[in-house]
């Protein structure tokens, strides 16, 4: 039987370096909040409140205490009150991110009127959308969009949306706009982890995508994998049944951008040990079969 981790999996860029942040702060200032959790994986916020890093849901909750803002951005109008209230920020929005802001405040003020890929609740979408004073429109897929046509409009996405989707989008104002301007603001670390997930999928009879229920990268992970093979979306290695293997030769593994390395290895060394396979358990990610760290 092969298992194998998809190349790719796990902390993207702009995670690594918010949680680097987050310890550093903690290392240097003891009262240190992040405001809302600082990515989507409940397993590594638990950590972070263990070394006293807690995550606070509004302004009145952070009484005074240096405060994080998360990989994926906060509204510009909270930004606007922390600094007000003279509370220290420590940004860690994700530069991808604070790049895709500028494109939609740029495109607002250019008169484009800007339709964004994405989840409305998503926090990232939320914070996007605070950038822009004129009327925008958030879809979730092209099927979304209102019957209607456009005169100038500007596109972008969340920065975890699969291509394929902006593509179809695209592909559909065309045909009713009369002037687009069209930014790729897809982060390279999702189209990555995404072809890397397809690529294993194909080889594979099942796929265990691990990571937050509440991340979107990871749940479009688990959507894209259930494509091509039966899929199981896990948080942590506890929800591995031995059932799922029954009748697999190859099994793969793939990993959202926000999920941390030691519960993929938990999870690769739960199913070695389903298998049967003790002989095979590993310490480190790099350790897995398949998996390559991205430059
Ligand atoms: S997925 Fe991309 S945009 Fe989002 S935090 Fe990671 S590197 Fe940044």
Redesign the pocket.
């Known amino acids: 039987m092969n298992l194998r981790l998809a190349k790719n999996s796990g ?5 690594k ?2 949680i680097k942040m987050a310890l550093k702060a903690a290392k240097e200032n003891h009262q240190t909040v992040t405001l809302g959790p600082i ?1 989507h994986n409940p397993q590594m916020v638990s950590k972070l409140e263990s070394k006293n890093i807690l995550a606070v849901d509004n302004i009145s909750q952070i009484k005074n205490r240096a405060t994080i803002i998360r ?2 951005g906060v509204k510009k109008n909270v930004l606007d009150r922390l600094k007000e209230k003279e509370i220290e920020i420590i940004n860690a929005t ?4 604070s790049k ?1 802001q500028k494109f939609a405040e740029e495109l607002d003020k250019e008169g484009y009127k800007i339709i964004i890929l994405g989840d409305k609740d998503h926090p ?1 979408v939320k914070s996007l959308y605070s950038y822009i004073n004129g009327d925008a429109l958030i879809v979730a897929n092209a099927t979304e969009l209102p019957d209607m046509s456009f005169k100038k409009v500007g596109v972008i996405s969340q ?2 949306r699969s291509i394929n989707d902006f593509q179809k989008l695209v592909s559909e104002l065309v045909k009713r706009s009369e002037e687009m301007r069209i930014i790729n603001t897809i ?4 189209s990555v982890r995404q072809n890397s997930t397809i690529e294993l999928a194909k080889i594979s009879d099942a796929m265990i995508v691990v990571g937050g229920k509440n991340s979107s ?1 990871t749940k479009m992970l688990a959507k894209i994998s259930g494509k091509y093979v039966k899929t199981y979306h896990v948080e942590t290695a506890c929800e591995i049944k031995k059932k799922w293997f029954s009748k697999t030769e190859d099994i793969g593994i793939t990993a959202g ?2 999920t941390p390395d030691w519960v993929i290895v938990d999870v690769y060394n739960k199913i070695i040990e389903i298998i049967g396979k003790l002989d095979k358990k590993i310490e480190k990610v790099e350790d897995i079969p398949g998996f390559k760290e991205e430059r």
């Open positions: 902390f993207c860029f702009g995670v370096r918010a990515i990989s994926h994700c530069p991808y991110v895709t990232e920065t975890t982060c390279n670390a999702t990268n951008a926000s």
